[in-house]
């Protein structure tokens, strides 16, 4: 009976409980809905909308704005701005901005969708540019903002939803104790990412516009604009220098103050300087590329000690690893580090070799802190170690030239070793080797961002692989070759001979770098080479080759045939059939000034290695290129 009472008790309080459950639940859906329709918003209309504020001013009713522009408004349920929309003089929409807010009302993006024809400039005449604002009824604009809500991406979309061309805004603040300076960095590229050119907005404390530098694609100045304000006369001196910083224009034009809602400072300065002339210094020095480097070589010996031989030719290989920097001597910052050496040597007059892995420690000295005319993407070196080897010890020094391919980690050159060996053939002997090869390399860790900087619009949105193919196939020179062998040496021309040509391709790209007047540019090969036997009873000489190296262009320094006609030094590594080889020669090439056609002419010289011998032999070549880069810009112009 007592168990009785008290279940029943129980189930008392659990349907006051309940009730209490359901009213509450009734009573503040009640509540959500009255407030729901107290916050429902009906259009307001205002003369002024900052779209990176998020502000609106000068509420009004529709009345007022006969044959004025104005905006009108609609907020969401939650009393956030949903929509803006622009209308012209006669009533007519322009543009719309559409906003998405998150969820505690802080932050937002937006898209704007454009009513009318025109031009982007519209929206803001500092950002945007001529170049690239082209906008049609229907078009769309997808924007992504920083924190404090001004564009980092604006991707222009048409009608069908197809991206047509797109903005990238990078922001930096420059301070000292007198001024402190903002710059905007606005690029603009086409839908397949090519660069169309850049302008630099110089604002003095956030608000006044001080210069505007405009650049083309290839990041070459083409015009300046300057504004001195004098606000006791309430007028602006508007300069406009040329490429070249000749004064083209200047005239006065009224006074304009910045808008209220603009952006000042709201960081401490810093340790920049900004000199007289707006000309903005350099804040931080980066002394490397990266703080660490990895790279991997491999290549053949060409030269050897007295007791070893080249009967054989085995490649040798290492690994080279250091952080950068990390020791200095006398005022010169050196990096110590670690490099691991593999070898198959044999030894003369012996059917033995050395064989084996090496260990040393290897200090390097960057030639670029020297020599500062060397390309910051550009890495040459000198490289001193010592250590272990299988059976001795040993001095290595090597030398490296190599190019970094920003803002990838990744890092590709020529390397060159020597070996010195001693107790390595038997004890107190010394011998060694040296050689050539090729090195694939990484950067590990944090990359300079000043090095960087010119990429981040690619590597930002993930465009990177995507723009460097797109480089790659859009701006090389194709060129396809027959190859004539006119020398064999002994070893070959004993057993073999040339009836017919060889036929080939050469990829000249353009990844490139500038040293001085000379240029380099990356260069690929493919040989398909066949010798006949002379006996018949030996099988045919044949394979093909794929080479890898660099074209060293000295048009700049040999003026004879101007741009037309384009003088070069080729050197390549890679392989043969038979080993590893090498190339070098030179290269004339012919240019037609309204085609995209070349011919190119060269002399060659072929070596690698064949059984157990260093041999090749010499051609003269010719062959027909297509440029894609000046194919791609006559498609463009039709």
Request: hydrophobic share 35%; glycine share 8%; charged share 25%.
């Amino acid at each position: 009976m007592g168990n009785s009472i008290k279940y029943n008790n129980y189930w008392i309080i659990y349907i006051f409980l309940f009730s209490l459950f359901f009213f509450d639940f009734s009573f503040s859906q009640k509540i959500k809905k009255k407030k729901k329709l107290k916050t429902a918003s009906k259009p307001q209309y205002f003369s002024y909308w900052n779209p990176y504020r998020r502000v609106l001013e000068g509420k009004e009713s529709r009345d007022f704005f006969i044959s004025k522009e104005f905006y009108e408004s609609k907020k969401n349920k939650n009393g956030k701005i949903k929509f803006v929309t622009k209308y012209d003089t006669n009533g007519n929409k322009v543009d719309t901005w559409n906003l998405l807010w998150d969820r505690e009302g802080k932050r937002s993006e937006y898209s704007i969708y454009f009513h009318q024809n025109g031009r982007i400039t519209r929206l803001d005449s500092l950002l945007f540019s001529h170049k690239l604002s082209e906008v049609k009824k229907g078009w769309t604009a997808k924007v992504k903002s920083r924190k404090d809500g001004r564009p980092l991406r604006f991707d222009i979309y048409d009608a069908s939803g197809i991206r047509y061309y797109f903005y990238r805004f990078h922001y930096n603040k420059r301070s000292d104790k007198l001024l402190s300076m903002e710059t905007i960095q606005c690029s603009y590229f086409r839908d397949d990412s090519t660069l169309v050119g850049r302008h630099i907005l110089f604002m003095e404390n956030g608000e006044w516009l001080r210069e505007i530098h405009f650049k083309n694609a290839d990041n070459k100045k083409e015009k300046i604009i300057k504004y001195d304000v004098n606000l006791e006369k309430e007028e602006t001196v508007k300069t406009v220098l040329d490429g070249d910083g000749r004064e083209v224009e200047s005239r006065i034009i009224q006074l304009s103050y910045p808008d209220k809602f603009s952006y000042r400072f709201e960081w401490k300065p810093d340790t920049i300087m900004i000199v007289e002339n707006i000309t903005i210094e350099k804040d931080t020095s980066y002394e490397y590329i990266s703080p660490v480097f990895l790279s991997y070589w491999s290549g053949f010996p060409l030269v050897y000690g007295s007791a070893l031989s080249n009967e054989e030719i085995f490649p040798y290989s290492g690994f080279f690893f250091a952080p950068r920097g990390n020791m200095s001597f006398r005022g010169n910052e050196y990096s110590l580090g670690l490099e691991l050496i593999s070898y198959k040597i044999p030894i003369s007059l012996s059917d033995e070799y050395i064989d084996g892995i090496g260990l040393f420690a290897a200090v390097q000295y960057n030639l670029n802190h020297t020599f500062k005319w060397i390309p910051d993407n550009i890495e040459a070196a000198l490289r001193l170690g010592g250590g272990m080897l299988q059976f001795g010890n040993g001095l290595s020094f090597s030398t490296s030239f190599g190019y970094h391919f920003l803002p990838t980690r990744y890092y590709m050159g020529i390397y060159a070793n020597s070996i010195l060996a001693f107790d390595e053939v038997e004890n107190g002997k010394t011998t060694g080797w040296a050689g050539l090869g090729f090195s694939l390399g990484a950067n590990l860790g944090e990359l300079n961002p000043e090095l960087i900087k010119s990429y981040k619009d690619f590597w930002e949105d993930d465009l990177l692989f995507f723009s460097y193919l797109k480089k790659l196939f859009t701006k090389s020179e194709l060129i396809y070759i027959k190859d004539k062998p006119i020398i064999l040496e002994d070893n070959l021309d004993d057993f073999y001979t040339s009836n017919s040509g060889l036929n080939g391709l050469k990829i000249r790209t353009p990844f490139s770098a500038k040293i001085g007047i000379i240029d380099f540019n990356l260069l690929m090969s493919y040989l398909d080479y066949f010798f006949d036997s002379k006996t018949g009873r030996d099988p045919n000489f044949k394979g093909q080759a794929i080479l890898l190296g660099i074209d060293i262009n000295f048009n700049n320094l040999i003026k004879f045939g101007g741009k037309q006609i384009s003088k070069s030094l080729v050197l390549e590594f890679g392989s043969f059939h038979s080993g590893l080889g090498l190339t070098t020669g030179f290269d004339i090439d012919y240019y037609f000034s309204k085609i995209p056609i070349n011919i190119n002419t060269y002399g060659k010289y072929y070596g690698f290695s064949n059984d157990q011998v260093f041999t090749g032999w010499f051609s003269l070549g010719i062959g027909i290129g297509i440029d894609f880069e000046k194919l791609s810009s006559k498609e463009k112009n039709k």
